[in-house]
């Protein structure tokens, strides 16, 4: 088989027709891939809909598991996939017509172990309907010896999303590559990461063919709302405290196991990074008691207080960029930390009292 699509699913009812429409137009054969669709707890008619798509053709498959999230539901359909390369598909996103048949032949020509693509963002009201075919010119593809290179190439954007990339599901399986299951927003960017330093040769094709839906609903827009960012808060601490044990397992000799080796300097910051980013949104959220007891869950941790690294200060940076990057450098002193809350907290109570 050449190539398996993973469509995790969530009260998408109203996107998902096109999504599965555009998948079933890319110049593959029902024999030659497979569509995994993953109803992740669904509790609209997201379900039925994939039941009815799944009835109709033979190359969707439907797996229906308990609400878990974003990131156990890839993973669930990186467990069944069987195609030489695999990518994802958001279920309420969309490709453009017969792309993946393309892009399939251009990874094995060129033995490519990831070919990344470009996107375009769609109106939330956009629907799939079959044009005309995208076409590709050899000086659109530029190539690199592994994918930390890529990474770091000016001529490659800097988005680091799971869903607008081709790869050799070998890789995954080599690396024991899967996306954390605890992390359920920009848990692109994490596996991203991973991935970047499990690849040999890439592609990067200057084309979009990706349709990104840009929705008022989705979890991008509503992360710091009451109902989601407790969830958030705790993933972003449980992933500050993977690279905490990653980085202890570094230092005693046991480095991960990957193609293009990390540093001990590269697990450090993104450790600092993770925490660094749970008390950034903590002050911005100005929930006082969330904030103590994340404080004390990192403190009993022994993630918090964290180093001070002066390298981290990116002194090519201007104007604002430069004072938030000041202000958040200072928080591993506590008492900064809980000056900022408490400056948060009375301009909080302000704009409501004047509200």
């Known amino acids: 088989m050449k190539v398996s699509v993973i469509v995790p699913i969530y009260n998408v009812e109203k996107y998902l027709p096109s999504c599965l429409d555009s998948l079933l137009h890319q110049g593959l054969g029902p024999e030659e891939y497979e569509i995994i669709c993953i109803d992740d707890g669904s509790t609209d008619g997201s379900g039925e809909i994939a039941a009815s798509y799944a009835a109709r053709f033979r190359q969707i498959h439907l797996v229906r ?3 878990k999230g974003n990131s156990a539901a890839r993973n ?17 996103d969309y490709l453009m017509k017969n792309v993946l048949g393309w892009l399939y032949e251009m990874a094995v020509f060129f033995q490519l172990d990831k070919l990344l693509y470009d ?11 079959e044009g005309k075919e995208e076409n590709w010119k050899k000086e659109e593809l530029l190539f690199f010896d592994n994918g930390v290179q890529m990474e770091a190439d000016k001529a490659v954007p800097e988005w680091k999303i799971a869903w607008n990339y081709l790869i050799r599901r070998s890789v995954l399986t080599r690396y024991g590559l899967l996306f ?15 991935l970047s330093h499990c690849v040999g040769k890439c592609g990067y094709l200057n084309k979009k063919l990706y349709c990104y839906r840009t929705r008022r609903e989705s979890l991008i ?39 293009t080796p990390v540093t001990g300097e590269i697990l ?31 403190k009993e941790g022994k993630i918090y207080p964290y180093p001070l690294r002066l390298r981290r200060l990116d002194l090519r ?3 604002k960029q430069v004072i938030i990057n000041w202000i958040t450098f200072l928080y591993p002193l506590e008492w900064y930390l809980r000056l900022c809350m408490a400056v948060r907290c009375c301009g909080r109570g302000r704009k409501k009292r004047c509200g």
Request: proline content about 3%.
């Open 65 to 67: 598991q308990e609400n």
């Open 268 to 298: 450090e910051d993104r450790m600092l990074y993770e925490i660094q980013g749970v008390f950034s949104r903590l002050l911005r959220k100005g929930d006082k008691n969330l904030f103590e007891g994340i404080l004390r869950r990192a």
């Open 317 to 319: 940076q201007k104007g």
């Open 221 to 259: 827009h509503t992360f710091m709302d009451e109902g989601h960012f407790a969830r958030y808060i705790d993933g972003r601490l449980q992933l500050a405290f993977f690279y905490q044990e990653t980085l202890e397992k570094f230092r005693r000799g046991n480095p991960p196991y990957l193609l």
């Open 180 to 194: 954390h299951e605890k992390v359920n927003f920009m848990e692109d960017q994490e596996f991203s990461f991973w």
């Open 76 to 92: 669930a359909g990186i467990a069944l996939a069987c195609g030489e390369y695999l990518c994802f598909v958001d279920s309420d």
């Open 119 to 129: 996107y375009r963002q769609i109106p939330e009201e956009s629907l799939w309907k």
